[in-house]
């Protein structure tokens, strides 16, 4: 095993809490919201999902890189987590399909991990005291001094982070054989599997960066507008809100996912909140209120929308979804405008695909306002 994954490293939280460790990745000292992943498998789809931009993810699962890494299944070109907590830190891989192992991967990404923590300990202590910020270091284990750039680290509420994570520039991706219909993409984080699913049902994409505007989006002449995932606080994106009001006044189907499904309910008068340590992994149980069947879901955020405040606007929403767990509103649907959205991710990756057919949905909906 080499030198670096035997370091002694340090987690500390910024209620003062100390865990010590090994450890792994890049030797290089990270800060960010932390929060835990309950999924038994996906970590690199975890670790390069762009909605876990500025967090420290805890993986609950033991066993953490022991299948390596393949580049066709990451969902961003690189890890967008900024640091990684586990139990166990495989080095080397079963899997000999694998392209990289997976401390390599951090390695070259800048991205320190620390291994051979309590997550048991770690993660009763957060779902008790709630999300909060931590710091990872291989470089300084003196607290006082990690606690003085923990004290200068923003929190999560009010930060937004959408921008730095979404494209520089617009892209097209065009699906192989006919293109059934255009979905305009607004990315504010967006995961590859999103745009792979809508290319499998032969649509053809533009991405666009999160600040285009209407007229930028709109001079493509879409048949549709999607909202993607990404990170940060939705009340803190001003800037998409007038965009995401003029979709809607056109007329054309929208659909959004995790934060766009917020950013939807924004742009009509909900408001968001900060969760108290958020849903994040890939068995999350939600009812389908339309059908009245459960479906099992991946989940990755932080922030929800007022069910309070959907329920009083009866002639502008339907919830669509509830979270079984905690009765949080998990899907919206417009009464009078073709829109609607999910808190939770249909594309999976990692996760069940119970919920795939939203996408099938919302090219129904647009082949409907087409005809």
Known sequence: ?????????????????????????????????????????????????????????????????????KDSES?????????????????????????HELSDFLHDAKVPAIHDIDTRALVRHIRSRGAMNGIISSEQTDEKKLMEILRNAPSMKGLELASRVSTGEPYELKPKGTTRRKIAVMDYGVKQNILRSFLERGCELKVFPARSTYSEVSDWDPDGYFLSNGPG???????ALPQIEAMLDSGKPLFGICLG???????????????????????????????????????????????????ERKDDFEITHINLNDQSVEGVSLKNIPAFSVQYHPEAAPGPHDPSYLFDEFIQLIESKKQ
Do not use: W
Request: with cysteine; charged share 15%.
């Open 261 to 311: 499904h917020q950013l939807l309910c924004l742009s009509m008068g909900i408001k968001t909140y900060k969760m108290h340590h958020g849903h994040r992994g890939i068995n999350h149980p939600v009812l389908n209120t339309q059908t009245g069947r459960a479906e099992i879901t991946s989940q990755n955020h932080g922030f929800g929308v007022d069910r309070k405040m959907v329920e």
């Open 233 to 239: 606080d939705p009340s803190s994106m001003d800037y």
């Open 75 to 99: 969902e961003h070109q690189k890890p967008t987590v900024n640091g990684v907590v586990c139990r166990n830190f495989h080095i080397g891989h079963s899997r000999p399909q694998a392209d």
């Open 1 to 69: 095993m080499p030198e670096t994954q035997q370091a002694p490293a340090i987690l500390l939280l910024e209620d003062g809490t100390v865990f010590r460790g090994k450890s792994a990745g890049s030797p290089v000292t990270a800060v960010g919201e932390l929060c835990f992943n309950t999924a038994m498998t996906g970590y690199q789809e975890a670790f390069t999902d762009p909605s876990y931009f500025g967090q420290i993810l805890i993986m609950t699962n033991v066993h953490i890189g022991n299948y390596g890494v």
